[in-house]
C-alpha cells in the first residue's frame, strides 16, 4: 500500500493551502483516513480524520479553518486550510486504516508534506 501526499509549500497568513492524499496498492477497502501534523521539537498530533460513514473529528486547533473531505471512490482525502497562521507551520502526514486481502484495518503513513506559513 503506498500513501502520497501532495500540496504543501509556502504561504503567508491568513492564506490557504489544499493538500492531498492518494492511497493506492493490495487495498480491499479503507476504514479512515487523515491527516496529522508534526513541528519542529513537537509530537506527531492529529488534525482532522474521516472514517467510514462520514464521521469526522478535528483538533480544537483548526475547528472552522480547516475541512477534510474524501473521495471513497479514488481512495483520496484532502484537507482544506483557510486562514493560515505561522504555528500551523509543520509537516503534514496523511494516514489511512487499509483492510487488505490479508486483514486489517492497518495504519499506513504517507512520506509528509511541508507546510510554511510566514508571517
Known amino acids: 500500500v503506498q500513501i502520497v501526499e501532495s500540496g504543501g509549500g509556502l504561504v503567508q497568513a491568513g492564506g490557504s493551502l489544499r493538500l492531498s492524499c492518494a492511497a493506492s496498492?493490495?487495498?480491499?477497502?479503507?476504514?479512515?483516513m487523515g491527516w496529522y501534523r508534526q513541528a519542529p521539537g513537537k509530537q506527531r498530533e492529529l488534525v482532522a480524520a474521516?472514517?467510514?460513514?462520514?464521521?469526522?473529528n478535528y483538533a480544537d486547533f483548526v475547528k472552522g479553518r480547516f475541512t477534510i473531505s474524501r473521495d471513497n471512490a479514488r481512495n483520496t482525502v484532502y484537507l482544506q486550510m483557510t486562514s493560515l497562521k505561522p504555528e500551523d507551520t509543520a509537516v503534514y502526514y496523511c494516514?489511512?486504516?487499509?483492510?487488505?486481502?490479508?486483514?486489517?484495518?492497518?495504519?499506513?503513513w504517507g512520506q509528509g508534506t511541508m507546510v510554511t506559513v510566514s508571517s
Open positions: 494516514n489511512a486504516d487499509v483492510y487488505t486481502l490479508l486483514g486489517g484495518p492497518s495504519p499506513y
Open positions: 496498492g493490495n487495498i480491499f477497502s479503507i476504514y479512515g
Open positions: 474521516e472514517r467510514s460513514g462520514g464521521s469526522t
